[in-house]
């Protein structure tokens, strides 16, 4: 399984990007998609993450503090893709933007971690 995540871009200081991301074949059971982020010389953080994907618009949903008001994260079940919808652009959102998913392929598959090849978000003040 691929994920693909696209979306990304330069943008100015309150703006805006959605983010997609997709797998490349339909996953049977998904755990959680989330999306994390790695800035320049930083660690690899957490920004949002679905749980219980529910159709095309349910799921339960947490935030890094520093998101929470601005960034939104839904996901679809049956297409086994999550977004990331980013209003009001810092420059400290700038960084490198990961999709996640934890899921079976099939019925009899175990779980699993899989990994989006990450977008490149720049927000220019």
């Known amino acids: 399984v691929q994920l693909q995540a696209s979306g990304g871009g330069l943008v100015q200081s309150g703006g805006s990007l959605r983010l997609a991301c997709t797998a490349s074949?339909?996953?049977?059971?998904?755990?959680?998609m989330a999306w994390y982020r790695q800035a320049l010389g930083k660690q690899r953080e957490l920004v949002a993450l679905i749980s219980s994907i529910t159709g095309s618009s349910g799921g339960s949903t947490s935030y890094a503090d520093s998101v929470k008001g601005r960034f939104a994260i839904s996901g679809d079940n049956a297409k086994s893709a999550a977004y990331l919808q980013m209003n009001n652009l810092k420059s400290e959102d700038t960084a490198v933007y990961y999709c996640?998913?934890?899921?079976?392929?099939?019925?009899?598959?175990?779980?699993?971690?899989?990994w989006g090849q990450g977008t490149q978000v720049t927000v220019s003040s």
């Open positions: 074949e339909s996953i049977f059971s998904i755990n959680d």
């Open positions: 996640y998913l934890n899921g079976r392929r099939t019925s009899w598959s175990n779980w699993k971690d899989y």
